[in-house]
């Protein structure tokens, strides 16, 4: 267990912060999944570069891996490098838990000081998922940590999440899941999928669905299954031996319209993992007699910025910090 006795230091900004200034202004904030340093500091360069807010977040499965195992350990050392590159700029950047979906996970971000937790428990009846979401929300915000929380079922898998179908977010039930839990952000399925395989056809988003839950819950909503799987990536990935047929994503005036209809946080995590890919393998492939992780991660890296800050300019959120 990682010691508790350490003093919790929030990072440089919170996350109900960014979203509230998205939220009255009109834009979107991309949140971009991380599970080591090299996506950290890729992803706080493109938002100084960019002057944008930036949402940094971080899975089950990458607070497990960034602790070898320990679930503390890992939130603990994801805060402690995100809060370090976040003291040293002056853009919001901001760390968030995503898919929470154990208390323990979710207990743990929130002691090592996480700004804001996702309890997941759209898997359930509504009503228990009101219930489930309620006693996060008391506990949260009582350590000043803003929630967000999922209603309506996305297809596809990211980490430990799993739906056989997609069940669309019921606008009037969206109204009295957020006042009877008070959470701070409210992810309504509306037709997107996780994953890099999303759709066999167009992508078809339910835009007067989006409309109809922000009006009626006046809160900062979250598209997740976001990622758009840029061709250029996916090509350039493939061109130096990755198999990714059949990958794609969400086009990005698809999201730009979702953003116009009450959409503020962007969930985006598949476009870097390809960006990197791409990045490692093709500088692999031109440098045979490379073993220096610094070197072959650099242009990874390079790349992983590169689709953050068109990301941001994309979603509105560049010039906002």
Do not use: C
Request: glycine share 8%; net charge negative; hydrophobic share 45%.
């Amino acid at each position: 267990m990682y010691d508790e006795r350490r003093l919790i230091q929030l990072p440089y900004a919170k996350t109900k912060d960014i979203l509230s200034k998205a939220h009255n202004e009109g834009y979107g904030v991309g949140a971009f999944n991380v599970n080591d340093l090299e996506f950290i500091q890729a992803i706080v360069k493109a938002a100084v570069m960019e002057n944008s807010p930036a949402i940094i977040e971080a899975s089950e499965g990458a607070l497990k891996y960034a602790g070898d195992g320990d679930v503390e350990k890992g939130a603990f050392i994801l805060a402690d490098m995100v809060r370090r590159y976040a003291d040293a700029v002056s853009v919001p950047i901001s760390l968030h838990l995503d898919h929470g979906h154990d208390l323990k996970h979710i207990m743990a971000a929130i002691k090592a000081g996480f700004t804001s937790v996702m309890i997941d428990a759209s898997d359930k009846p509504l009503e228990e998922n009101i219930r489930i979401t309620r006693q996060i929300v008391e506990v949260a915000h009582a350590a000043g940590v803003a929630v967000e929380a999922e209603l309506g079922r996305l297809m596809g898998i990211e980490d430990n999440v799993a739906s056989a179908e997609s069940v669309l977010v019921d606008p009037d039930e969206a109204k009295r899941f957020v006042t009877e839990t008070q959470v701070d952000f409210l992810a309504p399925a509306v037709g997107t999928s996780h994953g890099a395989f999303k759709f066999k056809g167009e992508a078809k988003i339910d835009y007067e669905r989006i409309s109809k839950v922000k009006e009626l819950t006046q809160l900062p909503l979250v598209l997740h299954g976001a990622s758009g799987v840029p061709a250029q990536w996916v090509e350039l990935a493939e061109k130096y031996g990755a198999d990714l047929s059949g990958a794609k994503g969400v086009p990005d005036e698809v999201l730009q319209e979702a953003v116009k209809r009450g959409i503020n946080k962007v969930n985006t995590d598949t476009d870097l993992r390809i960006a990197f890919l791409a990045g490692l393998r093709k500088h692999l492939a031109e440098n045979p007699k490379e073993f220096d992780p610094r070197k072959y991660f650099g242009e990874a890296k390079d790349f992983v910025t590169e689709v953050v800050r068109d990301r941001m300019k994309m979603l509105g959120s560049s010039g906002k910090a």
